[in-house]
C-alpha cells in the first residue's frame, strides 16, 4: 500500500541571513498572509536562515531603548507560535549539513531536521515554491 504525501501549499527556501535583509521579515509576512488565508506553509531554512532558530536566544529580543517597556520577541519565539498557532499549517526545516557547517546546531523542538539530500523531495511536496535570500 502506498502511503499518500502531504501537499504543503507553499515552500519559501529561505537562505538570507537575519537582519542582513528585508527577505527574512517578508518571508514570515507571507507566511503569515498564507496561514491567514487557510493556506499550509513550510520554510526550508539553509545557509545562515538556521540561526532564526537556535534556542539560546531565549523568549525575547534585549530590550528596545526607545520603547524598553515594550515586547519583542525572539526569531526562534516567533517561529514557535507561528508553529503552535498555525493548527499542522506550518512547518520550518532545519537544513542539516548548512546547521552544523556554521555551529548552529541547537534548534528548537519544534524545528524539523532535514539533509539537503531531502530538498528535492521537499520540493515535490508543495504546490508553489518560492526562493528567498542569496546564492
Not at 534556542?55 to 525575547?60: Q, S
Not at 507560535?81 to 526545516?93: E, L, Q, V, Y
Request: charged fraction near 20%.
Amino acid at each position: 500500500m502506498a502511503m499518500e504525501r502531504r501537499m504543503w501549499d507553499l515552500l519559501l527556501i529561505l537562505t538570507a541571513a537575519p537582519h542582513s535583509s528585508d527577505v527574512v521579515t517578508s518571508a514570515l509576512r507571507l507566511s503569515q498572509a498564507m496561514l491567514d488565508r487557510g493556506g499550509s506553509v513550510r520554510v526550508w531554512a539553509c545557509g545562515y536562515a538556521n540561526m532564526m532558530t537556535q534556542d539560546t536566544f531565549g523568549d525575547t529580543k534585549l530590550p528596545n531603548t526607545r520603547n524598553p517597556e515594550g515586547h519583542y520577541p525572539s526569531p526562534s519565539a516567533v517561529v514557535q507560535r507561528m508553529i503552535a498557532d498555525g493548527g499542522g499549517r506550518f512547518g520550518w526545516i532545519a537544513c542539516t549539513a548548512c546547521s552544523e557547517e556554521r555551529g548552529a546546531v541547537h534548534h528548537v523542538p519544534q524545528v524539523r531536521h532535514r539533509s539537503p539530500l531531502r530538498l528535492a523531495a521537499t520540493i515535490a511536496g508543495a504546490r508553489q515554491t518560492l526562493y528567498l535570500g542569496g546564492a
